[in-house]
């Protein structure tokens, strides 16, 4: 999955075959390319695109550095663009930025001086999205090129991913801004793993100190696989198959309405949880590690810190038990993890959470140091950090992880032909559902809605139902046989979307039956 994004030359490169598909994108295309012109007086030269994802597995583990299982979906965030040479004597340059959806994103316009891009994160605002991409893309520019002048931009941008919403409408947006950078300077062969690292980097300039598996999701997917991405020893990405099984399984996607804004809440949520991750890693390094042992940067996150510190643990007990024995076999991920929740379980028990003080008594090191180095990026809000319940949910949704991957391609485990595959498919669901139950109780980032969604989709014939996404709110996501796509959808609608009061575009919405979509692309127009 690796190499250059590639350049679309129809929409059927780009989305399904389907018929409705390809005439309803045709459209929307027409029609930001008429706009554009409408708009700037030329043509546009080329537009980038890049999809939002749904993650069916791995949730709140990427930041700890643990492998996830994303796919992308059909809706996206498109760019029209064009370009002028900038004018060198005044040290700046401009940036025309326009959306569609001119009534909720009004248009813009920057003299950006050639060598720092400003983002106000404090006020949410539409454009950030687009500077992030911009900045990040310029500072891979430059350090490819040493100094150099950007080029002035014109831009129409148009996106289909429900903000807010779980799905990655952000991702989309600032990775097909910084594709869009890139093209208008002059890249035309766009690495994928260079677009991925700077988008993921970008984003964290819009307040959130995110993970990598939205941009991942969104610049490597193929149509038609899901896509399975590990952050370490470097970020990789390879396709996943979903079997044929019978009955056939489609992901449901379902909106709870439920508005969950990480730029509001990040400090008793999102933000949070990514801190407790990172105290809890620092904890447990300072309390199993033997004395001697060099201890991991600080901030080192669990999939790491920890892996280091397994590999010294394993060796030592392998040695205890065995003294004659040279062999210190590496533990396996899942063995790793196994033994990790038990060590969790014993080190970290105090359910109410621990202090500031606790904390950096632990680590030997002042209150005002832990806050210096855990706290001051990102601000959070808390008297107490649940490390024994972050560090259980990251350690056993992991393992869920090599589980479901485990069901979808080992050749044993795999459905051998056209026979009913129900067991098989409620073996996914069960993992789906647990990760539910974890994101609910240990984690704490569901919400009564999203609960109840899944609760429903059960009954009516949900094999798997679970939040996708940060959660609190947003999107679910949900492992149903294709001949119960019916009865799930009418389940909704009559025992949760119709006590709502919704407009009829976000009825329209509420529900996709989504099937994995393609990656980034860059469509030269003739
Ligand atoms: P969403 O739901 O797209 O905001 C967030 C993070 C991911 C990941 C998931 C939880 C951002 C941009 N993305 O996704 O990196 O941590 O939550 O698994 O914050
Ligand atoms: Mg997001």
Known sequence: MAGTVPTARSLQDIYTHDSRTTLAQGKRWDDLLTQFKATYGHDAEFVSRSPGRVNIIGEHIDYSLYPVLPMAINEDA?????????DDSKGTFKIQIANLQKDKFPSHEFEIPFDAVEIDATV?????YFKSGLRGALELLRKK???????SMQILMHGTVPAGGGLSSSAAFVSASALAV???????Q???TELTELAIVSERAVGVNSGGMDQSASVFSERGSA??????????????????THPELTFLIAQ??????KHVTGPIHYNLRVVECSLAAAYLNAVLNPPSTHLPGDAAPLGISLHGFHETYFALQHHDNNPSSSDTKAPTLPEELAELVRLTKATLTKEEGYTREEIAAALNITVSQLEARFTSRFPVRAERFKLRQRALHVFSEALRVVKFLELLEHPDKRPKEASDTSEYNAKLGALLNETQDSCRDVYECSCPEIDELCAIARKAGSYGSRLTGAGWGGCSVHLVPADKVGAVKEAWEKEYYSKMDLTQEQKDAAIVVSSPGSGSAVYFVA
């Open 78 to 86: 498109i760019l029209a663009v064009s370009t002028q040479p900038t």
């Open 124 to 128: 949410h605002e539409w454009t950030n």
């Open 145 to 151: 090129r040493g100094d150099f002048k950007p080029k």
């Open 182 to 188: 890139l093209v208008a300077n002059g890249e035309t």
């Open 190 to 192: 766009v690495d994928k």
């Open 227 to 244: 896509v399975y991405v590990s952050f370490t020893p470097k970020l990789t990405a390879r396709p996943v198959n979903i079997p044929k």
């Open 256 to 261: 709870s309405f439920v508005a969950a804004d």
